[in-house]
């Protein structure tokens, strides 16, 4: 099946700093990418749609000036963490389909501990 | 709106017990229906999916069956093993939202020995 390559695997920061997280399909063009946030003992919540060459769509309490998407190419998305604090502390996982297949492929997932 | 109401956990079981996790959906449109499978440290795997009405899904002894008259897709196994031991997500999604998938809250099993 395809392939989407999300890393770091896991990044430990101090507050006040940014974190990139990135997702790359790698034998596929994903025109969407999703990105979602886990909490501990909890499901995973979309927080935003990343599309190609336009700006991400943000779930609703979601802080845009926060959470730092971009698409700028078929193969990858990023996800920056601006100032981050203790409480963004979660596993950010992302996903990518293939055109015209409802399927997702997700990636191994990044667990970000603000310390 | 769409939505997965999923058998909460924790769910301990010995091996080689019968397992069913159920799940419930409503969705506006026809929905595909997933489940997928989360082990300790690792992201999501698909283990299972369905497209249609009726359909089963089926992949290393898992099996779900796409209930429209229920709106259910419950995930069984007749015989469990340590191995198994992860935690399971029901999840939908919809041609017309999108591709954006729809989780429910997830699962855990330990299959103890």
């Known amino acids: 099946g395809a392939v989407v390559s999300q890393h770091p695997s896991w990044v430990i920061c101090k507050s006040g700093t940014s974190v990139k997280i990135e997702c790359r399909s790698l034998d596929f063009q994903a025109t969407t990418m999703f990105w979602y946030r886990q909490f501990p003992k909890q499901s995973l919540m979309l927080m935003a749609t990343s599309n190609e060459g336009s700006k991400a769509t943000y779930e609703q309490g979601v802080e845009k000036d926060k959470f730092l998407i971009n698409h700028a190419s078929l193969t990858l998305s990023t996800l920056t963490v601006t100032s981050a604090h203790p409480e963004d502390s979660s596993f950010y996982i992302c996903s990518a389909n293939i055109r015209l297949d409802t399927e997702a492929f997700f990636g191994q997932g990044t667990r970000l501990t603000v310390v | 709106g769409n939505s997965v109401t999923q058998m909460e956990g924790p769910v301990t079981l010995s091996e080689e017990a019968f397992l069913t996790i159920n799940c419930t959906y409503t969705?506006?449109?026809?929905?595909?229906l997933f489940w997928y499978v989360q082990y300790p440290g690792e992201g999501l795997q698909l283990l299972l999916k369905a497209t249609k009405a009726d359909d089963k899904g089926s992949n290393k002894g898992f099996e779900a069956t796409y209930r429209k008259e229920t709106t259910s897709f419950h995930l069984e196994k007749g015989s469990v093993q340590v191995s198994d031991s992860a935690v399971y997500f029901c999840?939908?999604?919809?041609?017309?939202?999108?591709?954006?998938?729809?989780f429910g809250t997830g699962t855990s099993l330990t299959v103890i020995p």
């Open positions: 999840a939908l999604t919809t041609a017309n939202t999108g591709n954006q998938f729809y």
């Open positions: 969705a506006t449109g026809y929905p595909s």
